[in-house]
């Protein structure tokens, strides 16, 4: 027995809650599958101690709704954890999205029925449901990176991914605790434990630049400030670079200023505590390695100073690669943690972790007694969640194999051979990395369902992008990408922390606000590159 509906939502997450209500708003049935047993994404498994946004609320929000946004209070201008998921279970309430939504189901398969125009999707449920559209939604950082060390089963106690955190509090005051990992989840995860548990083992294999948050209280004087700024706010994040409230300055000016004047760039962007000193500077710093150098040299400076032993610091502060070069994180307390008699830095690139024992993780032949060990070890980003998802398009043509060899798509929305798959957050697009999220997949799924009611209205089942045109978007996406410097560094952002995994750009890093505007363009001029039948 199958459900049949127009479309197929997977995820319901940020991108999913709001893909489900603008479809349905646009008179299709739709049906969204979702893993967890609630709504929220990244925001119900990332459940960790000191999860927190990075983005300022005001601008990590969705813009859809007048009257989301005259009730919705936010409390803090880097709301933690908690407060987002209650967000989007409030969306997901208030505009009884609920009711479209299959939860604590799992994608298993989904196949493109070419003789019928549709998918056939089955879940691990044991339910089959065909659509005519899927709309994959499945975040860009929702597939954990595990890791398993010889003799994990003689560990006496307990081993948590950051990622699939339990839903229920974990007390770890007086815990001997160890962190592997330290990009934006480690250091949320230090820096909150530091001052709770016993003792904290941190092992580190790479040195990381982290900016310091300016997080504050929004109490009710400054929401209705915010509130008063909200349509100017919405305008901005539409047409910057990066989907924020600011952008960097104009390419070639930071030529015509002093070192002393950039440094006063780099000074009002560090004061403002946010992404800015990550978007908000100068575009040579990605691109020139001079420029690189001197705004590493100010970051480097900084943290510094935060770290009372110098030979400390040196193992703290990057040297093998340029600030910026990876995804920045921001930090409240991380660096500091380390001047703390109760945290310990262990070096895991020289000597790597060679296993458990039954009281904790040996390393270069020393034992490190633990209670808890937590992986903040990251994720498959970007393809590991819908390349593992059973993905046939026509032909039987898989996903994950494609992928295996060539991750590609066209503007990150749609794949050539897959009829009526689109992505939201898809490879090659800015929403994959470089864009504020909220921002670029609300973008995104309006692009998606314009083009889905456009189907509707112009009498034709399905739309494909042309091999063609495809080829021309991956080569724009690579020209734009090898410009940068980032190519250079293993991250995430690279597909480096994967095993095997092709090494391309995740993101396109061409700008929010010019990928838009081609989408725009693509669609008033009648989709040219995809092929209607
Ligand atoms: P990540 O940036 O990929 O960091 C993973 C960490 O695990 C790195 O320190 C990595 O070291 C380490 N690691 C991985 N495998 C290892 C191994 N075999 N041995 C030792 N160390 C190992 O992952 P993440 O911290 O979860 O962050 C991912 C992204 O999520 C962020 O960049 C950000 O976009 C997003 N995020 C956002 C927020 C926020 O909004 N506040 C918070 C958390 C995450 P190496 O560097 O040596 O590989």
Known sequence: MSEAFDALVVGAGISGLYQTYRLRKAGFSVRAIEAAPDVGGTWYWNAYPGCRVDSPANIYQYWFSQELLDDWNWSERFPAQPEIKSYLQ???TRFDLYRSIELETRVQSAQWLADEGCWRVITDTGKTYTARYLVSCVGLLS???????PDQQSFKGQVYHTARWPQHPVDLKGQRVGVIGNGATGIQVIQTLAPEVSKLTVFQRTPQYAVRMKNYKVDEQTMSAWRADYPEVSRLVHTTFGGFTWDPAE?????????DQRREVYE??????????FVGTFPETLVDPEMNAELTEFVRDKIRAQINDPALADKLIPSSHGYGLKRVPLENGYYEA???ANVELVDVSASPIEGFYDQGLRVGGMDYPLDVLIMATGFDAGTGTLARMGVQGRGGLSLSELWGRDIRTTLGLQVHGFPNLFLIGGPLSPSAAFCNVQTCVQQQIGWVTDAITHLRESGHRTMEPTFEREEEWVQHHDEVANATLMVTVDSW?????????QRRLLS???GAHVYRELCEEIQANGYPGFQLT
Request: aromatic share 12%; proline share 5%; glycine share 12%.
């Open 338 to 340: 380390f001047n703390r």
């Open 268 to 277: 009002d962007c560090w004061a403002d505590g946010s992404l800015k000193m």
């Open 251 to 259: 390419e070639g000016h930071a030529a015509t200023l002093t070192p």
């Open 493 to 501: 952002y690279t597909g480096a922390n994967i095993e095997g995994k």
């Open 143 to 149: 597939t954990p990176k595990m890791l398993s060390f």
């Open 90 to 92: 409030h969306v997901a």
């Open 508 to 510: 396109y890093i061409g």
